[in-house]
C-alpha cells in the first residue's frame, strides 16, 4: 500500500523536507534574496534612481563613509542609549509587575491581564498617545509635573534634544514591559514550592529567598526576554519615527531612523543598505552573544 | 484575607497608573474640543461627544483606510496559515536536520532590522512592478508573520498525541491525509489563535506598510493615515485619538479574550 509506506521511516525525512519546501522557498524569495540583493546594494555608491540600471562598480565606499561618518556613530550612540535605558526600564517594571501578580489576591486574574494589556496596544497608537500625553501645551503630563512642584514652567518636550529622548524612551518602554511580565511571570510559575520551603526551613528571609531562589532561576527566562526586548528597541521603527521622526536635531535618530532616511528620504540606497547591514551584524553578534553564555551555564 | 488587601491594592493602583494611556486615548476620543484645552484636564468626560469619530469617519478616508488594512491582513494571514501549518507539522512530526536549518534559519529573520530588509523589497517590488499594491505590504508582512506561525503552529502540534496519526496511518491515510482529516480538526483552538495574532502582526504593522505604500494614499493602511494626522501642523488631538481608538479597541478586546491562548502561544515561541 502506498499510503502506508510514506509512514516508513525512509521517507518520513523526505516528508519533512516536502512540507517545510513552500515556507523555505517564501523565505528565500521574501529575505534571503532581499538581503543578498542589500548587499550587493551596500557595495555600489548607488542612489535610489539609479537602481535597476547596470551594475555600478564595487566599492567600499559606502562602510568606510559610515564609520568615518559622526553622524552614523551619533545613530550608533543613540541606539545603545535606547537599548540600555529600555531594557533597564522594561525589566524594573516587568519584574515588578510580574512579582506582583504572582501573589494570591482577589482579582488577581484580572490584574494579570491588565498589566500585560500594553503589549495589545499598536505601536502606531501607543506612540500617538504617549506624544498627546507629552504635548506642551496642553499635555496632561505638564500639567501634572506641574502641580506636584517638579517644573516651574510647561516644557515644550517635543523641540528639546534630551526631553524628546526621554518621551520615546517612555513610549519604548512602556509597550516593551510587558512581554517581560509575561515571561517572568511564567518562569516564577515554573518555580517548585519546595525550593522556598526549603530555603525557608533553612532560616533565609524573603529577601534571600527572592536573591538565592527566584533570581538564578528566572536566569535563563531573563536571557530570552532580554535578547527579545534589545532587538526590538534596536529595530524599532514606528515608535520613535511617529513621536519624533527622529529629531529635534537627530537627537532620536537611531541606526533604523538613520537608515530610513538616508534611503527613503536622501535616496542614498546603497549608503543606507551598508548601514542597515551593520546594525543587522550587531543584532547577530549581540544575540549569539547572549545565547553562547546562556548555554554554556 | 486581611493580607491579602494590600496585594490587591497595590495591584490595583498599579494597573490603573500603567494603563492611563489607554484611558487618556478614550477619554480625548470622546471630549468635546473646549475640554482638550481644558485646565486641569478633564479626567472623566461629563459630556462625552462622538464628533471627533464623525468626523475621522466621514472628512477623511478612514474607511478607506480600515478596508485596506483588512485587505492586507487578510492576505497575509491566509498565505501565513497555510505555509506555518505545512512547515510547523513538518517540525513537529517529521524532524529532521534540514527542517530543523530551516526552521533555525527561518527565527534569525527576527534579527533583522525592518528598515534594512525594506530597502531591498522596495527595490524589487518596484522591479516587479508590485510597488504600492496591497499585495507589496501583504508579502512583507509575512516576512513577519511566517516564521512566528511555524513555531506557534509547531508548539501546538506537539501537544498534540503523536497516536492520532498512527490510527491515521492504519485507517490507510497519507500523512497529509491525515493531517487533514485529524490533525488539523483537533486543532482549531491553536490555528484560530496563529491566525489572530498573524492578523494582528499585519494590522500594526508600520515601517514596511509606510515605505511600500506611501506614494500611493489610496492604499494606506490605518497606521499610515494615524502616522500621517500626527505629522499635520495642527494636530486635532481629538481625531487621532478617535482613529486610534478605532484601531486600537478591536485588539485590546481579542487580547482580553485570547489572552491564556495568545501568551501560551507566544512564551512557546520566544523559548525557541
Known amino acids: ?144 509635573l506641574l502641580k506636584l512642584d517638579l517644573i516651574s514652567g510647561p516644557i515644550a518636550w517635543l523641540s528639546q534634544p534630551h526631553e524628546a529622548f526621554a518621551v520615546c524612551t517612555v513610549a519604548l518602554i512602556w509597550s516593551g514591559y510587558p512581554f517581560v511580565a509575561v515571561m517572568v511571570l511564567a518562569g516564577l510559575q515554573a518555580i517548585p514550592e519546595e525550593l522556598y520551603e526549603a530555603a525557608r526551613m533553612d532560616g533565609a528571609h524573603a529577601w534571600q529567598r527572592f536573591r538565592d531562589v527566584t533570581l538564578p532561576a528566572l536566569r535563563p527566562v531573563c536571557a530570552i526576554a532580554m535578547v527579545l526586548v534589545v532587538l526590538r528597541v534596536i529595530r524599532d521603527f514606528a515608535t520613535v519615527y511617529v513621536i519624533t521622526g527622529g529629531g529635534p536635531v537627530g537627537a532620536t535618530r537611531s541606526l533604523a531612523v538613520y537608515t530610513y532616511e538616508q534611503a527613503f528620504s536622501f535616496y542614498n540606497i546603497g549608503y543606507a543598505a551598508a548601514v542597515g547591514l551593520i546594525t543587522l551584524l550587531l543584532c547577530a553578534a549581540f544575540s549569539t552573544m547572549v545565547v553562547r553564555r546562556q548555554v554554556a551555564r | 484575607m486581611r493580607k491579602q488587601t494590600l496585594p490587591a491594592l497595590a495591584a490595583f493602583i498599579a494597573c490603573a497608573v500603567l494603563l492611563f494611556p489607554v484611558w487618556w486615548m478614550l477619554v480625548t476620543a470622546v471630549a468635546p474640543p473646549d475640554d482638550i484645552r481644558a485646565y486641569p484636564p478633564v479626567f472623566f468626560p461629563t459630556h462625552p461627544s462622538f464628533a471627533a469619530f464623525h468626523s475621522i469617519l466621514y472628512d477623511r478616508p478612514m474607511l478607506r483606510w480600515i478596508a485596506n488594512s483588512l485587505i492586507v491582513a487578510a492576505m497575509s494571514t491566509a498565505l501565513t496559515m497555510v505555509l506555518g501549518v505545512l512547515g510547523g507539522y513538518a517540525l513537529s512530526r517529521f524532524p529532521s536536520r534540514t527542517t530543523r536549518a530551516v526552521g533555525m534559519s527561518v527565527l534569525l529573520a527576527k534579527m533583522i532590522p525592518t528598515t534594512l530588509l525594506v530597502i531591498p523589497l522596495y527595490v524589487l517590488f518596484r522591479e516587479a512592478g508590485l510597488l504600492s499594491t496591497l499585495a507589496s505590504a501583504a508579502l512583507a508582512h509575512c516576512t513577519v508573520t511566517i516564521p512566528f506561525a511555524i513555531w506557534m503552529l509547531k508548539a501546538y502540534f506537539d501537544s498534540i498525541p503523536f497516536e492520532l496519526e498512527e490510527a491515521a496511518a492504519i485507517d490507510g491515510n497519507t500523512p497529509l491525509g491525515a493531517l487533514w482529516h485529524i490533525i488539523l480538526p483537533v486543532s482549531l483552538p491553536g490555528l484560530g489563535a496563529t491566525a489572530l495574532y498573524a492578523f494582528i502582526l499585519s494590522w500594526n504593522e508600520f515601517a514596511f506598510s509606510r515605505t511600500l505604500l506611501f506614494s500611493a494614499p489610496d492604499n494606506w493602511t490605518v497606521t499610515i493615515g494615524i502616522a500621517s494626522i500626527r505629522g499635520e501642523y495642527i494636530i486635532s488631538w481629538n481625531e487621532i485619538m478617535a482613529a486610534s481608538a478605532i484601531v486600537a479597541v478591536p485588539i485590546i478586546l481579542v487580547f482580553v479574550w485570547l489572552e491564556r491562548y495568545l501568551v501560551v502561544g507566544l512564551t512557546a515561541g520566544a523559548q525557541k
Open chain 1, 1 to 144: 500500500m502506498t499510503a502506508a509506506r510514506l509512514w516508513r521511516p525512509g521517507a518520513r525525512g523526505w516528508l519533512g523536507i516536502l512540507l517545510m519546501g513552500p515556507s523555505a522557498i517564501t523565505v528565500a524569495f521574501l529575505i534571503v534574496f532581499p538581503l543578498a540583493r542589500a548587499l550587493d546594494l551596500s557595495f555600489q555608491k548607488i542612489r535610489i534612481s539609479r537602481v535597476g540600471g547596470a551594475r555600478l562598480p564595487f566599492t567600499l565606499d559606502n562602510y568606510t563613509r559610515a564609520l568615518g561618518n559622526d553622524e552614523f556613530w551619533n545613530a550608533a550612540e543613540i541606539s545603545l542609549a535606547f537599548v540600555l535605558l529600555v531594557t533597564i526600564g522594561c525589566f524594573l517594571i516587568g519584574i515588578a509587575a510580574a512579582l506582583m501578580v504572582n501573589q494570591r489576591f482577589p482579582g488577581r486574574r484580572i490584574a494579570r491581564l491588565l498589566v500585560a494589556l500594553p503589549w495589545a496596544v499598536p505601536e502606531v497608537v501607543a506612540a500617538t498617545i504617549w506624544a498627546w500625553m507629552f504635548d506642551g501645551s496642553f499635555g496632561v503630563i505638564n500639567w501634572l
